[in-house]
């Protein structure tokens, strides 16, 4: 379940059996390439979830499963580090 090619590929490529580590990167990376706020929620186990946005991607890797979303704000107002 996938809307975004590059997000896809930047969770399939930065997941591993580190799901903190896992989710950490793929926020990293969606953040400097595609630009936007990104919520990322990684686990071992099946897991539900509502969110409205326009991109996002779920993948599967191993035993690990990461969904990834942009969050629907104004990211000029946000001062991230």
Not at 1 to 17: G, H, S, V
Not at 37 to 59: P, S
């Amino acid at each position: 379940m996938c809307n975004n090619e590059l997000l896809r590929q930047i969770i399939a490529e930065q997941t591993d059996d580190d799901i903190n580590k896992s989710k950490i990167r793929i926020e990293r990376i969606a953040r400097w390439f595609l630009g936007g706020l990104f919520g990322v929620i990684c686990g071992n186990d099946n897991f539900a979830y509502i969110i409205q946005t326009k991109d996002f991607c779920q993948h599967r890797k191993g035993n690990v499963t990461c969904y990834a979303f942009r969050l629907l704000i104004d990211y000029n107002k946000i001062n991230i580090p």
